[in-house]
């Protein structure tokens, strides 16, 4: 079946520095790709939409200065926390839906834990 | 995109069959209703999805009530590892297909 892979699991990085975190869909092509952010004991809150060749569309509240996302082909989607702080510590999870497949289901990656410290 | 109601927490005996209910009293003719379900630390794992039938697979059989306000998931024998939380959401491809999380319901399946 179809599989989201992220990387890394795991980061934990010092505070102001700025930390990337990739998406990729291994076997299928997907020109949208979604990134959310699960606090403790939350739901998954959608921050933004990754379109391929354009410019990432944001949810209302998420800036987009600091978490840049990156769509540069129909595999890869990246995000990057910048200057990151104690707040953004978080579980970031990407998902994907194959190219042309309206109504199929979303593929989610497994997360990526990220640590600031 | 369509709005879901879930309860906060269940709980079922193992072997039994788990009925996770949701309403959607929103839905338009058009969303379909997806089910997803997220082990502890983990990303969310597609269940099933429906229309207007009713559907089932190697995982689930999802019921959509006629007037499609509501629908419920059937495990038909839980399991240990069926403890997650299992989120009922509308499809939003008008909107470029994003999924709206809610709160889920924390399934408990219990020896």
């Known amino acids: 079946g179809a599989v989201v892979s992220q990387h890394p699991s795991r980061v934990i990085c010092k505070s102001g520095t700025s930390v990337k975190i990739e998406c990729r869909s291994l076997d299928f092509q997907a020109t949208t790709m979604f990134w959310y952010r699960q606090f403790p004991k939350q739901s998954l809150m959608l921050m933004a939409t990754?379109?391929?060749?354009?410019?990432?569309?944001?949810e209302q509240g998420v800036e987009k200065d600091k978490f840049l996302i990156n769509h540069a082909s129909l595999t890869l989607s990246t995000l990057t926390v910048t200057s990151a702080h104690p707040e953004d510590s978080s579980f970031y999870i990407c998902?994907?839906?194959?190219?042309?497949?309206?109504?199929?289901?979303?593929?989610f990656g497994n997360g990526t834990r990220l640590t600031v410290t | 995109d369509a709005k879901t109601t879930q309860p906060t927490s269940m709980d079922c005996a193992e072997g039994r069959a788990a009925n996770l209910p949701c309403n959607h009293s929103t839905i338009s003719g058009n969303e379909y209703v997806y089910w997803y379900r997220q082990i502890h630390s983990q990303g969310p794992q597609y269940i099933i999805h429906?229309?207007?039938n009713n559907e089932t697979n190697e995982m689930a059989s999802l019921i959509i009530t006629e007037d499609r306000k509501s629908s419920t998931l059937i495990l038909p024998h839980a399991t240990l590892r069926d403890t997650a939380v299992y989120y009922c959401i509308g499809d939003n491809y008008n909107q470029g297909g994003k999924l709206i999380f809610g709160q889920g319901t924390e399934l408990s399946v219990k020896p």
């Open positions: 990754s379109n391929e060749g354009s410019k990432a569309t944001y």
């Open positions: 998902s994907a839906r194959g190219f042309g497949q309206e109504h199929s289901p979303l593929h």
């Open positions: 429906g229309l207007k």
